[in-house]
Nanobody, 122 residues
Framework: QVQLVESGGRLVQPGGSLSLSCIVSGLTFSRYTMGWFRQAPGKEREFVAGISWLGGRTFRSDSVKGRFTISRDGAKNTLYLQMNGLKPEDTAVYYC???????????????WGQGTQVTVSS
């Protein structure tokens, strides 16, 4: 069974930093594009960032460019999201997701984690 388990979400002050992790099991990690999504209360789930298999290509949404960095560690089967300069509008449940192939896309992800809560507030 494919499982994606996020961790690292917590309360952080505006302007602060936070690192999220997603441990992936049940698939060949290096053959999947990985992505981070988020969903704020009352809003649709939105794409945050994606990274191709082997990590050679990344894409970030305009709302997080210059602040968030996506990366992956093939040896650990782990996806990361480093978040800097956090804003209250970043408050959301953050989900990791996986899809087969090397393309970085904002949809068509097949597998999803359960999410981790990030709250940005003073």
């Amino acid at each position: 069974q494919v499982q994606l388990v996020e961790s690292g979400g917590r309360l952080v002050q505006p302007g602060g930093s936070l690192s999220l992790s997603c441990i992936v099991s049940g698939l060949t990690f290096s053959r999947y594009t990985m992505g981070w999504f988020r969903q704020a209360p009352g809003k649709e789930r939105e794409f945050v960032a994606g990274i191709s298999w082997l990590g050679g290509r990344t894409f970030r949404s305009d709302s997080v460019k210059g602040r968030f960095t996506i990366s992956r560690d093939g040896a650990k089967n782990t996806l990361y999201l480093q978040m800097n300069g956090l804003k209250p509008e970043d408050t959301a449940v953050y989900y990791c997701a996986a899809r087969p192939g090397g393309d970085v896309v904002v949809n068509e992800y097949e597998y999803w984690g359960q999410g981790t809560q990030v709250t940005v507030s003073s």
